[in-house]
Nanobody, 124 residues
Framework: QVLVVESGGGLVQVGGSLRLSCAAS????????MGWFRQAPGKEREFVAA????????YYGDSVKGRFAISRDNALNTVFLQMNNLKPEDMAVYYC?????????????????WGQGTQVTVSS
C-alpha cells in the first residue's frame, strides 16, 4: 500500500505561481512513476504532468506546457508541481498519483494510488 498526500494548494491571482508537493510512502519511492491530474467541477479528470521514477522523463498536458514543471526528489520521497502564469482555467482540485512500475503513463487508469487532492483557486 502506498500513501499519497498532496499539499500546497491555495488561492492565487491570475498570473501568479504556486508549487504543489506530493509525498508518497509505504514503498520505495524510486519504484514509483508519479503523475498529477486535475478535475474542475463538472469536468472529467485531466492529465497535467507525469514523471518517470528516475526523473529523467517528464510529460505534460497540452494546456500546461511551458507553464508547469514537474520534478521529484527521491531523497525526500516527494514530487513537485511548479505552476506558473496561472489562468482561471487552471482552477481545479489537483490530484497526485503513484504508479508501481518503471513504465510511465499519462493515463489516469494506469495509476495505482491516489491522494485526496488539493484545491487550487485562481482569482481574476
Amino acid at each position: 500500500q502506498v500513501l499519497v498526500v498532496e499539499s500546497g494548494g491555495g488561492l492565487v491571482q491570475v498570473g501568479g505561481s504556486l508549487r504543489l508537493s506530493c509525498a508518497a510512502s509505504g514503498r520505495s519511492f524510486r519504484s514509483l512513476a508519479m503523475g498529477w491530474f486535475r478535475q474542475a467541477p463538472g469536468k472529467e479528470r485531466e492529465f497535467v504532468a507525469a514523471i518517470s521514477w528516475s526523473g529523467v522523463r517528464t510529460y505534460y498536458g497540452d494546456s500546461v506546457k511551458g507553464r508547469f514543471a514537474i520534478s521529484r526528489d527521491n531523497a525526500l520521497n516527494t514530487v513537485f508541481l511548479q505552476m506558473n502564469n496561472l489562468k482561471p482555467e487552471d482552477m481545479a482540485v489537483y490530484y497526485c498519483a503513484a504508479k508501481v512500475s518503471l513504465v510511465d503513463t499519462t493515463y489516469a487508469g494506469g495509476y495505482d494510488y491516489w491522494g485526496q487532492g488539493t484545491q487550487v483557486t485562481v482569482s481574476s
